[in-house]
């Protein structure tokens, strides 16, 4: 029992600051919070646990166990997931022994999971009244070897039947972003000027990857006027179209025929680059692979003569990560 008693000092004392900030996974209603402690020095500590719930002072009725954790720069680092955007929540923090036996409840925090302050929005692109003008580059290819970087127009279409026979490409400048931004969202927008076909048209967003093509001189068969695209039999007459140097679609617009602004989610797309600049290919707009033959849809470029249809991207965060909060422990 002595040593017991001693275990709850030496986590009261020890530790004695919980930080808490917060991290939002993208446009998901779930969020995650992060917790950092100084750790527990006893032999027979085996671990960690964090209760929470929603009311203040308790009852804790979820907890997250997270074992034995080495510590990161003398602290602990855990983080509670599957929490509720937008809700308060209410957290403790015990540490257990080899036995099981826990210590006392460390002193509560609190936060309204994912709410962050000081987001801002802006609007990358050649677009009226753009925050960053000149920072989209974009084009599209097709089933030869024109290059098409000058065209007004960016041409999704199907043909054969269920084949690819377009494609669009685009490259974002996200230099001006703050390096301690948190992205909260980032949607690509195209005015779609023409459709035709089949009456829902599906474009899906891919990342390019393997090879970073040069859109001053891409094709359907090379990503820089020299160098081919990775060959694939996905298209006629085996014209790669660069369909084998994407990934998988990270978000999918079934557009109708009404013309107008149509929206992609490229969150994580604009956070992996962010993260990884040099990952930053580009992405490309696929084609309907499951459309009847002629089914198009066509959007305005960032050449087009009217300002108020070209290609724009909104991404909206924080200029930096938020404040943690810093709760002393009482020894009480």
């Given at each position: 029992m002595m040593r017991y008693q001693k275990y709850i000092k030496l986590l009261l004392l020890i530790a004695c600051v919980l930080v808490l900030t917060q991290a939002k996974n993208g446009l998901t209603a779930e969020c995650a919070q992060n917790f950092s402690w100084l750790p527990n020095t006893e032999a027979d500590l085996a671990g960690y646990k964090i209760y929470y719930g929603t009311s203040d002072g308790g009852p804790y009725p979820a907890s997250v166990d997270f074992g034995m954790i080495a510590p990161q720069n003398e602290r602990v680092y855990a983080e509670v997931p599957g929490l509720t955007c937008g809700t308060e929540y209410f957290f403790v923090c015990v540490a257990y022994n080899t036995q099981g036996v826990e210590s006392g409840y460390s002193t509560q925090v609190s936060g309204v999971i994912g709410s962050i302050s000081n987001v801002v929005t802006k609007v990358f692109g050649?677009?009226?009244?753009?925050?960053?003008?000149?920072?989209?580059?974009?084009?599209?290819?097709?089933?030869?070897?024109?290059?098409?970087?000058?065209?007004?127009?960016?041409?999704?279409?199907?043909?054969?039947a269920n084949m690819v026979a377009n494609a669009i490409l685009i490259k974002v400048d996200l230099s001006q972003i703050p390096q301690d931004a948190v992205i909260q969202s980032a949607v690509l927008q195209l005015y779609a000027t023409a459709a035709g076909g089949d009456s829902i048209y599906a474009v899906s967003s891919h990342k390019v990857i393997n090879n970073n093509p040069t859109l001053s001189s891409a094709t359907g068969y090379t990503y820089n006027g020299t160098n081919t695209w990775t060959s694939n039999t996905s298209c006629y007459n085996n014209v790669p179209m660069a369909q084998a140097d994407i990934g998988p679609s990270e978000s999918t617009n079934n557009i109708d025929m009404t013309l107008g602004y149509k929206s992609w989610d490229i969150t994580q797309m604009i956070n992996d680059w962010l993260a990884n600049p040099e990952s930053n290919y580009g992405l490309l707009l696929n084609s309907d692979a499951v459309a009847t033959t002629d089914s198009y849809r066509n959007f305005a470029s960032s050449e087009a003569a009217d300002t108020n249809q070209r290609p724009l991207l909104g991404i909206s965060y924080s200029d930096g990560e938020p404040k943690p909060t810093i709760i002393s422990i009482s020894t009480d």
């Open positions: 050649n677009t009226a009244g753009a925050d960053y003008p000149n920072t989209i580059e974009d084009t599209y290819i097709n089933l030869d070897q024109n290059n098409n970087i000058s065209s007004a127009s960016l041409n999704t279409y199907t043909w054969p």
